[in-house]
T-cell receptor, first 113, second 111 residues
Framework: NAGVTQTPKFQVLKTGQSMTLQCAQD?????MYWYRQDPGMGLRLIYY???????DKGEVPNGYNVSRLNKREFSLRLESAAPSQTSVYFC????????????FGPGTRLTVL | GDSVTQMEGPVTLSEEAFLTINCTYT??????LFWYVQYPGEGLQLLLK?????DKGSNKGFEATYRKETTSFHLEKGSVQVSDSAVYFC??????????FGTGTRLTVIP
């Protein structure tokens, strides 16, 4: 019962470095999501993929790119990290049909120096 | 636009106390409403949900009723335990993919 898995759990980057956060789900879900969680701001949607082969911007997409590699995997890339991207990143997935529960991964804590 | 306003925290209660965490929403359509819980060091997990007006969601002793007239979805529990210490998020969803979260309320229950 892996559910949604994320790697890495922790990462420290220097300003300008790039990295990719990986996410995979084993629930055969159609839709996948990337959120960031900042103190006092709840979770904000960065990008989502409603189905394999599609991606769409969420509330805060600037500075990020995503790839829906296949139905299971959805990666988030920071091309040139900035201190403002220091955050905890969560991946989530669901069936994508109507008001459906989202299932979250354990998160990646990213610090950009 | 759609949004959720949640009671500011943190909230500290003694074990067996009554809990209320207020949540109100603004939405153009007919949203579904959720409470998610985040235990220390973990991702969010669904606590309960309600998909239409007057529905009551319940789980693990927690309850919330979808009140369209007051645009509210307050979370309640009659007797909290130390294991309920977590951050609680109210959220609404108006489409298949649009989930809007409140800022979260941290609950600490002391023995």
């Amino acid at each position: 019962n892996a559910g949604v898995t994320q790697t890495p759990k922790f990462q420290v980057l220097k300003t300008g470095q790039s990295m990719t956060l990986q996410c995979a789900q084993d629930m055969n879900h159609n839709s996948m999501y990337w959120y960031r969680q900042d103190p006092g701001m709840g979770l904000r949607l960065i990008y989502y993929s409603a189905s394999e082969g599609t991606t769409d911007k969420g509330e805060v997409p600037n500075g990020y790119n995503v790839s829906r590699l296949n139905k299971r995997e959805f990666s988030l890339r920071l091309e040139s990290a900035a201190p403002s991207q220091t955050s905890v990143y969560f991946c989530a997935s669901n069936r994508g049909t109507g008001p459906d529960t989202q299932y979250f991964g354990p998160g990646t804590r990213l610090t950009v120096l | 636009g759609d949004s959720v306003t949640q009671m500011e925290g943190p909230v500290t209660l003694s074990e067996e106390a009554f809990l209320t965490i207020n949540c109100t929403y603004t939405a153009t359509g007919y949203p579904s409403l959720f409470w998610y819980v985040q235990y220390p060091g973990e991702g969010l997990q669904l606590l309960l949900k309600a998909t239409k007006a007057d529905d009551k969601g319940s789980n693990k002793g927690f309850e919330a009723t979808y009140r369209k007239e007051t645009t509210s979805f307050h979370l309640e529990k009659g007797s909290v335990q130390v294991s309920d210490s977590a951050v609680y998020f109210c959220a609404l969803q108006t489409g298949a993919n649009n989930l809007f979260f409140g800022t979260g309320t941290r609950l600490t229950v002391i023995p």
